[in-house]
């Protein structure tokens, strides 16, 4: 059975990113993934879902998802794309039973939110887990705009972190009769 995973980081206002995608002055330097599990976590992943945002920022520094199957919604193509990226486009509950029949296990919904968000409205999203930064950041890019569908979550767990950040997990609610 596969598990549908989105791990992020997210503003306290739920922002994933500034307006123009940067993460690096409030994210990066102060939150390294090290520490919430991650290396727990990506050792798991099968394979990776991502947008051609998300795949633009890691394609423009050192791959970091060498060895690990990584899928790309995008309608437009990628130039020169790491060994083990592939792309799709159109439907996205036939892009999830692909990875589904393929057997990887866990795969990480690592985002864009528009990613996230289309996986959320399909019913494939199984696991929900954030560092939770204690910054405001206003305007950005929002994780859930007006207009995501419903999610029922369970808390799982959530961990004080460095600096005043926190580490929750959330699993998809039991359908109830």
Do not use: N
């Amino acid at each position: 059975m596969t598990v549908w995973h989105c791990h992020i980081a997210v503003s306290l206002d739920g922002k994933i990113a500034r307006p123009d995608g940067g993460v690096e002055d409030w994210l990066v330097a102060d939150y390294p993934p090290e520490g919430l599990g991650f290396e727990e976590f990506y050792a798991g992943v099968g394979a990776i879902l991502m947008g051609r945002g998300t795949y633009d920022a890691a394609a423009g520094q050192d791959w970091p998802y060498a060895g690990k199957a990584v899928t790309v919604l995008t309608s437009r193509p990628l130039e020169a794309p790491p060994p083990g990226v592939r792309v799709r486009s159109g439907d996205l509950a036939a892009v999830a039973a692909e990875l589904e029949a393929e057997g990887h296990g866990t795969v990480w919904v690592e985002g864009g939110g528009q990613v996230i968000r289309g996986m959320m409205a399909i019913g494939k999203l199984d696991i929900l887990e954030m560092a939770v930064i204690p910054i405001i950041l206003g305007d950005g890019i929002p994780l859930f705009p007006p207009g995501t569908p419903e999610l029922k979550l369970e808390l799982d767990f959530a961990r004080p972190w460095r600096k005043g950040a926190i580490h929750v997990k959330y699993r998809r609610a039991a359908a109830t009769a």
